[in-house]
């Protein structure tokens, strides 16, 4: 029983700890969320306000919770699935197919809760998220990122 989970766990891209820490594209996706928030800092209205009494719960569910779900989903279970097609692998944009229509479809799944404009925009992290699991063929660099992004997003919203 053990092996199947941990078979199972592999495969959606839970196996051993990839060493993305030290990759310059990780970094620079980082990078590039903190420039991001600047923007959006200066740029935007807040999509959403928070009360005092539950920016815990918000912090929980946006930076931990949604992120770990949405890329154990997306990027460990779909894009997996679509990279093993025989087309899924093959590049667009220096992308792959599979991580282009993961995303429009994660981006699909963000107009049920965003404002329009913010759910577009979602697909430029949503490639990123896309990249790093086809570069390290791991959803660990996508969950941190995502979750780094959404604490971005989040901060920027209480402290409006």
């Not at 700890?17 to 807040?46: E, H, N, Q």
Request: glycine content about 6%; charged content about 10%.
């Amino acid at each position: 029983m053990v092996k199947i989970i941990s078979s199972v766990l592999a495969d959606i891209g839970f196996g051993a700890w990839p060493s993305f820490l030290k990759d310059r594209f990780f970094m620079l996706a980082l990078f590039a969320g903190v420039v991001a928030w600047m923007v959006l800092w200066f740029t935007v209205i807040p999509t959403f306000t928070v009360g005092r009494d539950s920016i815990v719960r918000i912090i929980i569910l946006t930076v931990i919770w949604y992120p770990l779900l949405e890329e154990i989903l997306f990027r460990g279970i779909i894009q997996k699935y679509l990279f093993n097609k025989p087309w899924g692998c093959s590049n667009f944009v220096s992308l792959s197919v599979a991580n282009w229509l993961t995303s429009l479809l994660f981006v699909s799944v963000h107009f049920w809760y965003q404002p329009v404009i913010w759910a577009i925009l979602i697909m430029i992290p949503s490639l990123a998220y896309g990249f790093f699991r086809d570069r390290f063929a791991s959803i660990y660099p996508s969950i941190l990122l995502h979750s780094f992004y959404n604490a971005g997003f989040v901060g920027m919203n209480i402290i409006t």
